[in-house]
C-alpha cells in the first residue's frame, strides 16, 4: 500500500508547508504493512509547537509527533491510497 504515485491537492500546496507535507510522507513510509488505505493527520499549534497527530482505524494505528517549527498551522489531513496512486488532501476538500 502506498508504494504508487503520490500527488497533493492545491489546498494542501497552498497550506501546509513543504516540510510537513514531506514529514506526512515519512510517516507513511514508515507504516507497518498491514495498514488502512486512509490515514488522518491532526496538525495543531501547541504553544509554538507543531502537533502532529497520525491514526487510522483499520487497524487502529495511533502516534504523536511535537516538532519545532517557524509558523505552526492547524489543519486535518488525509492520505487516500487507491491502488494506482496515493492522494494528500485536506478534510474540507474530501
Avoid at 80 to 88: A, R
Wanted: aromatic letters at 14%; hydrophobic letters at 35%; charged letters at 20%.
Amino acid at each position: 500500500m502506498f508504494n504508487n504515485q503520490r500527488y497533493l491537492t492545491r489546498g494542501v500546496q497552498a497550506e501546509i508547508p513543504l516540510e510537513l507535507q514531506l514529514f506526512m510522507w515519512s510517516c507513511i513510509d514508515g507504516l507497518p504493512e498491514e495498514c488502512d488505505y486512509f490515514q488522518v493527520f491532526r496538525l495543531e499549534n501547541i504553544d509554538g509547537i507543531q502537533k502532529i497527530t497520525h491514526f487510522s482505524e483499520q487497524p487502529a494505528y495511533h502516534k504523536e509527533y511535537l516538532i519545532p517549527i517557524y509558523n505552526p498551522i492547524t489543519a486535518k489531513v488525509y492520505i487516500i491510497d487507491s491502488d494506482e496512486y496515493s492522494t494528500m488532501l485536506l478534510a474540507s476538500e474530501y
